[in-house]
């Protein structure tokens, strides 16, 4: 009905109902931005905006629970507890009796991980790790008691000084000055046109290894990175993006940041999978200028017959949400960059007394 109208209205007739639109759209706005209430009533009756938003996080949840039952490659509860034992590990001053709260439910997790075959090597090493250190250092309690008698009878205690905190002064250390880190940053621009040159696997590999080192909230890493490394899927993937018309058919290799929501039980961390996954993407990208390689984040619109779109080419599940798309290649020489002019510190930085 829609498209028919357009087709039969003149112009005028057209820009006149968008005005009329808007204007009552501002007034509903108005009328039901004043409390929260009134805010759940306006995008349920007068807008679908957040419809995906809400399904997609319960459906995360439900996954969530799923995962602790069949545990695959990695567990978001045991990476999370891992992680909140190394804090209280580095605690100043540390407490004598700490994590009782969670060491029951964390071993328990651990167990139950360590008996998948498809637990990643490297995730059960650090959980085992961190247990060994947490159970050598932790005061006795009745609660931390049981949980280490059920660790130790179903494990071997780990060696010290392995996948486990560690002092700051053991950091590597920093091979590159402020100058050359700004010059990376310059280097680092949105390359758009790109030579018909295929991307190699294993650079893109060396690229998401660094990306991985990018801080995440609790180390849950709630994303992972769906390549396209062939230029006509590449441009497919890219054209269900908004603002990709007229240079989407030259991209070599698209990779698309997709968030998991079913790494969280409970709604208020929704957003973490765009903080995280932003985090890492900009690693990622700052990775690729040293391989050669140029990128361009692309901006992903939450608008739901894109989203069908584009999880219909990657195969994503509903509480998969795609953070942003990257394009990547070989930048051509000749090819032009916006200048992109960019806010000075005098505008960004607001002193707080």
């Given at each position: 009905?829609k498209?028919?109208l357009i087709k039969?209205?003149p ?7 968008k005005a009329?639109?808007a204007?009552i ?7 039901f931005?004043s ?7 306006y995008?349920t009756?007068f807008s679908?905006q957040?419809?995906?938003?809400h399904?997609a996080v319960?459906?995360g949840r439900l996954q969530?629970e799923?995962s ?5 490659q ?8 891992i992680?909140?034992?190394e ?5 100043q001053p540390r407490r004598?009796?700490?994590a009782e709260a969670?060491?029951?439910e964390?071993v328990?997790c651990?167990?139950d ?9 490297e995730?059960r090493k650090w959980a085992?790790?961190?247990l060994?250190d ?6 006795a309690?009745?609660?931390i008691?049981?949980a280490?008698?059920?660790?130790e009878?179903h494990?071997?205690m780990a ?19 402020y ?5 990376l ?6 390359v758009r ?7 190699p696997?294993?650079?893109?590999r060396?690229?998401?290894q660094a990306?991985t080192?990018?801080p ?5 890493q709630?994303?992972e990175?769906?390549v396209v490394?062939?230029?006509e899927?590449?441009?497919g993937?890219?054209?269900?993006a908004m ?5 989407a ?5 698209v990779i698309?940041v997709v ?8 709604e208020r961390?929704?957003?973490?999978i765009?903080?995280d996954?932003?985090?890492?993407s900009m690693?990622?990208m700052?990775a690729c200028e040293?391989?050669?390689l140029s990128?361009?984040?692309?901006n992903?619109?939450d608008i739901?017959?894109?989203?069908q779109?584009?999880s219909?080419?990657l195969g994503l599940a509903?509480?998969?949400?795609t953070?942003m798309?990257l394009?990547?290649?070989y930048?051509?020489p000749e090819?032009?960059?916006?200048f ?6 005098q ?7």
């Amino acid at each position: 009905m829609k498209r028919l109208l357009i087709k039969l209205l003149p112009a005028s007739a057209i820009t006149g109902i968008k005005a009329w639109l808007a204007r009552i759209n501002v007034r509903l706005i108005r009328l039901f931005a004043s409390n929260g209430f009134l805010a759940s009533l306006y995008y349920t009756f007068f807008s679908r905006q957040f419809y995906r938003e809400h399904k997609a996080v319960l459906q995360g949840r439900l996954q969530y629970e799923k995962s602790l039952r069949a545990i695959g490659q990695s567990c978001v509860l045991l990476r999370r507890n891992i992680h909140r034992l190394e804090k209280g590990l580095i605690m100043q001053p540390r407490r004598d009796v700490f994590a009782e709260a969670y060491i029951g439910e964390t071993v328990s997790c651990y167990l139950d991980a360590i008996q998948s075959t498809e637990l990643c090597a490297e995730e059960r090493k650090w959980a085992t790790d961190v247990l060994s250190d947490y159970f050598r250092i932790a005061g006795a309690s009745k609660k931390i008691d049981a949980a280490r008698a059920r660790f130790e009878g179903h494990s071997n205690m780990a060696q010290p000084n392995q996948s486990v905190p560690y002092p700051h002064q053991a950091l590597p250390a920093c091979p590159v000055d402020y100058a050359e880190l700004l010059t990376l940053f310059k280097r680092r621009r949105s390359v758009r046109w790109y030579q018909p040159k295929a991307v190699p696997e294993e650079l893109i590999r060396q690229a998401v290894q660094a990306a991985t080192l990018a801080p995440s909230a609790c180390n849950r890493q709630p994303f992972e990175f769906y390549v396209v490394n062939e230029a006509e899927k590449a441009a497919g993937v890219a054209r269900c993006a908004m603002g990709t018309v007229g240079f989407a058919e030259n991209l070599q290799c698209v990779i698309a940041v997709v968030g998991d929501l079913s790494a969280y039980p409970a709604e208020r961390d929704r957003h973490v999978i765009y903080i995280d996954g932003a985090l890492a993407s900009m690693q990622l990208m700052l990775a690729c200028e040293t391989l050669g390689l140029s990128t361009c984040p692309i901006n992903w619109p939450d608008i739901e017959q894109r989203e069908q779109m584009l999880s219909k080419q990657l195969g994503l599940a509903y509480h998969q949400r795609t953070v942003m798309l990257l394009a990547v290649g070989y930048a051509q020489p000749e090819g032009g960059i916006p200048f992109s002019q960019k806010k000075t510190d005098q505008l960004l930085i607001k002193e707080v007394n």
